[in-house]
């Protein structure tokens, strides 16, 4: 059994920061990759960013890229999502992911669990 605590979600005006964190626990975390994805209301569930077993390779899509950063610590089961000049349009809830099977970042499909969210609200 894989849980996946996600903190750090709150209220931010556009243009601030804001750090994601996701404990996990129940498997070796080390030996997989994890990712950050968000989901709208009225949404489907979006792939944001993911990193490799090691953090070696990391993958983000455009609409982050350059302003999000993805990050692992291994030692402490714990993976990152730094998030800086936010604007409106990336109010949601982010959920913490892990991928079933692959060290590598892979496809969206390949993360299948799932941490309960974190609400992220930025005011213009």
């Known amino acids: 059994q894989v849980q996946l605590l996600e903190s750090g979600g709150g209220l931010v005006q556009a243009g601030g920061s804001l750090r994601l964190s996701c404990v996990a626990s129940g498997r070796r975390f080390g030996s997989f990759a994890m990712g950050w994805f968000r989901q709208a209301p009225g949404k489907e569930r979006d792939f944001l960013a993911g990193?490799?077993?090691?953090?070696?390779?990391?993958r983000y899509v455009d609409s982050v890229k350059g302003r999000f950063t993805i990050s692992r610590d291994n030692a402490k089961n714990t993976v990152y999502l730094q998030m800086n000049s936010l604007k409106p349009e990336d109010t949601a809830v982010y959920y913490c992911a892990g991928s079933r099977y692959s060290r590598y970042v892979g496809a969206p499909s390949d993360y299948g669990y799932w941490g309960q969210g974190t609400q992220v609200t930025v005011s213009s």
């Open positions: 990193i490799s077993w090691n953090g070696a390779d990391t």
